[in-house]
């Protein structure tokens, strides 16, 4: 086993929801993902729509279990001194599958190693083993002031809900539904003047629909800004519910900038462009609303890209008029308006 040393930290990450181009819903987990050398650990696995054990919404006292388990301070919750690395972001079932590793101490440096793909209790390493990855040798006090640091969690826990601002009531409920369908809660208001700055604080965004003119803006930033609650502003694109969905995730998006995989989204001259960090799945969607306010959604592209920028046309037919690409992977989001000639 090699001496050398690996980084360890820990940083906010997500599993994006959305509603999609086929009409499912894909639910939005917040969770902390393992930042090992200075990458997420997540991004190794190129291909897998994952969350860690700590995710946000699961009770307390479950998540200082998974915590103190990391720690080795608990059983390994799994036979031969396994752990859940990664697992389903929509249920507990190991047999969904799971990212699952073997973790002991060597003195007082923790190793993580014997990385395998499982499905049931026991872990077959020479048919699922993640060859590649491993094993990491960390360093007790990095280690344990990461982890450590998670027990005290209310200062960190994700504000998911948004406020939603608009003049077309319908469609702010629909998109609230559709947001409350996929984890994240939303209220519909005309004002925030006189609301209470604790109840101010639980929001994460606030998203204005198009007819909302540039004084009642004003006056919402400056309430939250006089309960000194910084939240993501969201300027609606245009009345197509995934496309706001698709907004406001982006927004809510708590990761840091530089740990992303999906990094770059432009869209003009019948393509658009895209820059992945890592090998991982992107889908493309185009959507735009036609003069009888339909709303049109083609799935341009659903593919595994490797690290680096890509170029991926666009069909005329889709993106003729005011549309908007949506490109999405397991853990980002982001919105682009189509630039017309």
């Not at 190129?46 to 699961?58: F, G, Q, R, T």
Request: aromatic share 8%.
């Amino acid at each position: 086993m090699s001496a050398e040393y690996a980084t360890f930290g820990l940083a906010p990450a997500m599993r994006a929801g959305g509603v999609l181009a086929n009409g499912d819903y894909q639910v939005h987990r917040d969770f902390v993902d393992f930042i090992v050398d200075g990458r997420p650990l997540l991004f190794q696995l190129s291909d897998l729509d994952a969350v860690s054990p700590l995710a946000s919404d699961v009770p307390p006292a479950i998540f200082t279990a998974q915590v103190r388990s990391l720690l080795l301070e608990a059983a390994a919750p799994l036979p031969g001194g396994r752990y859940v690395i990664y697992g389903c972001p929509d249920c507990e079932d190991l047999a969904c599958g799971a990212v699952t590793a073997l973790i002991d101490k060597d003195g007082d440096d923790y190793i993580w190693r014997d990385f395998a793909w499982q499905t049931d209790e026991h872990a077959d390493l020479q048919l699922n083993g993640y060859h590649g990855i491993g094993p990491f040798r960390f360093r007790a006090t990095e280690y344990r002031a990461a982890l450590g640091s998670l027990l005290d969690r209310d200062s960190e826990a994700p504000r998911r809900r948004v406020l939603l601002i608009g003049a077309r009531v319908a469609l702010l409920a629909k998109l609230a539904a559709a947001l409350r369908t996929i984890g994240i809660g939303a209220e519909i208001t005309h004002e925030v003047s006189g609301v209470a700055a604790d109840e101010l604080r639980t929001y994460g965004a606030v998203a204005f629909g198009r007819g909302i003119g540039e004084e009642q803006r004003a006056a919402v930033r400056r309430a939250f800004a006089d309960a000194g609650v910084e939240v993501a502003y969201v300027d609606g694109l245009a009345p197509i519910v995934p496309l706001l969905v698709a907004q406001i995730e982006h927004a809510l998006d708590r990761s840091p900038a530089e740990q992303r995989r999906l990094t770059r989204l432009v869209a003009a001259d019948g393509e658009a462009g895209v820059e992945v960090t890592s090998p991982c799945r992107v889908r493309l969607t185009t959507y735009r609303v036609d003069r009888l306010y339909r709303t049109h959604a083609h799935e341009v592209f659903d593919g595994v890209l490797e690290a680096g920028r890509h170029r991926i046309a666009l069909d005329a037919k889709a993106v003729k008029g005011e549309s908007y690409v949506v490109a999405r992977t397991s853990g980002s989001v982001l919105v682009e308006a189509v630039a017309l000639r």
